[in-house]
């Protein structure tokens, strides 16, 4: 159907006309507000998904989320969200959702279910462990040297480097600038060397 230049203005000035009598839609966006987030808390945070960062609003009622929707004020989305990020609804209210750590022993081939302290523990000795083995407080390099008649050579240096080559760390795109500044401070003085982020990977 092919509409005219004309045509075009005339829709659109009876558009703008029954705007202008007066009719009001705030009552019912405010009715309709209410029917779902009456009585729901809502929580600010961030989306876990890509590497954009955006701001969602969580409406959560007798500790079930029932409503995520765009951050108007967040500077990024400014209020939008991607279908992925519209559908955090799903992912919290999801019956196959773990709630819990799983834990299979080297060799194992079931999974078990294990508490948070114990996981953390864990964690936490197997990262000094591997640290404690492959810690290196000097390193040797190449380098090349002047000598007096004005000739370079190469010779064999030691470096002091206080660092290990086993363990890498990944940062999230869901972090703000403080926990990345914290993360990148507790790594650091790990003594890590591969520090990579998942916005730049």
């Not at 079930?64 to 992912?91: A, F, R, Y």
């Not at 936490?124 to 000097?138: G, I, Y």
């Not at 940062?171 to 914290?182: F, I, R």
């Amino acid at each position: 159907m092919g509409v005219s230049r004309r045509d075009f203005l005339k829709l659109s000035g009876g558009t703008v006309l029954v705007a202008s009598l007066g009719v009001n839609l705030d009552p019912a966006k405010a009715y309709a507000k209410d029917l779902r987030i009456k009585n729901a808390k809502v929580t600010t945070t961030v989306c876990p998904y890509c590497s954009v960062g955006c701001g969602i609003l969580v409406y959560a009622e007798n500790g079930k989320v029932i409503q995520v929707e765009g951050d108007p004020e967040h500077p990024i989305n400014e209020g939008t969200l991607c279908s992925k990020g519209s559908s955090l609804v799903q992912m919290a209210n999801n019956d196959t959702r773990l709630t819990k750590p799983m834990y299979r022993e080297p060799g194992g081939t079931a999974w078990k279910e294990v508490e948070w302290d114990w996981a953390l523990d864990r964690i936490a000795r197997l990262v000094k462990d591997a640290r404690d083995k492959s810690f290196k407080t000097v390193s040797k390099a190449k380098v090349k040297e002047k000598q007096p008649d004005g000739t370079e050579i190469e010779v064999e240096k030691e470096f002091v480097v206080n660092r290990t080559d086993a363990i890498a760390h990944i940062g999230s795109a869901a972090l703000d600038n403080e926990e990345c500044y914290l993360l990148q401070k507790l790594v650091r003085s790990w003594g890590l060397v591969y520090i990579e982020h998942q916005a730049r990977i």
